[in-house]
């Protein structure tokens, strides 16, 4: 069974950097898609970036240029490098994974059927 753990979520103040990490288990023997998702209260769940199975990377409009997605396989982490952090970027983030190959879904929630129990991040004064 797919087992994804984020960490890294915290509180931070505008402008600041935090880096998410997301440690995943029996992602073997076919290749994966994976994303980071956002949900702030009240709202829906939105993708913010995301790594295709072939490593095409996908960024929604709001993160471009600030956040960066990579993947360690030695490693089996999905990082989230978010910089330039403002109260709007503040949720709680998941990640997420698919089997196999997407990209038009690959910032798509209803794609995904494994997720990460989530960890908050908070930007405020």
């Known amino acids: 069974q797919v087992r994804l753990v984020e960490s890294g979520g915290g509180s931070v103040q505008p402008g600041g950097s935090l880096t998410l990490s997301c440690k995943y288990s029996?992602?073997?023997?076919?290749?994966?898609?994976m994303a980071w998702f956002r949900q702030g209260t009240g709202d829906d769940r939105e993708g913010v970036a995301g790594i295709s199975s072939e490593n095409r990377i996908k960024y929604a409009d709001s993160v471009k240029e600030r956040f960066t997605i990579s993947k360690d396989n030695a490693e089996s982490i999905l990082y989230l490098q978010m910089s330039g952090l403002t109260p709007e970027d503040s949720g709680v983030y998941y990640c997420?994974?698919?089997?196999?190959?997407?990209?038009?879904?690959?910032?798509?929630?209803?794609?995904?059927?494994?997720w990460g129990q989530g960890t908050q991040v908070t930007v405020s004064t």
């Open positions: 997420a994974a698919r089997r196999g190959y997407l990209w038009l879904g690959l910032l798509g929630q209803g794609y995904y059927n494994s």
């Open positions: 029996n992602l073997t023997y076919e290749k994966w898609s």
